[in-house]
């Protein structure tokens, strides 16, 4: 959650309309991307945790957010940190 104010998330494959923003989905995919580039698990921790806070400060900023957007966000903070792990996160349903 991000404060106190609940965030929608529109839903692009369209089996619900929305979801709450969840920290901790978010946090969970970025580690696993982090993971399977071979990241050590407390690094791979730092990294979600950097790459969730500018997500959040992001949407902070927006009235209306999609789930793409918040991939297309939390992929360009983790270039930052990880470029392979980005990659995956990025791509993950096209590579499974």
Known sequence: MTGDKAIDIVKSSGK?????????????????????????????????????????IWLEQRPVVTSHDIRRVASKHLTRYHPGAAYIYEHHRYTI
């Open 16 to 56: 619900r309309s929305t979801e709450s923003f969840s920290r901790d989905k978010l946090h969970h995919s970025i580690k696993a991307a982090c993971l399977s580039e071979r990241s050590h698990d407390g690094e791979a921790t730092n990294t979600a945790d950097k790459v969730c806070d500018a997500v959040i």
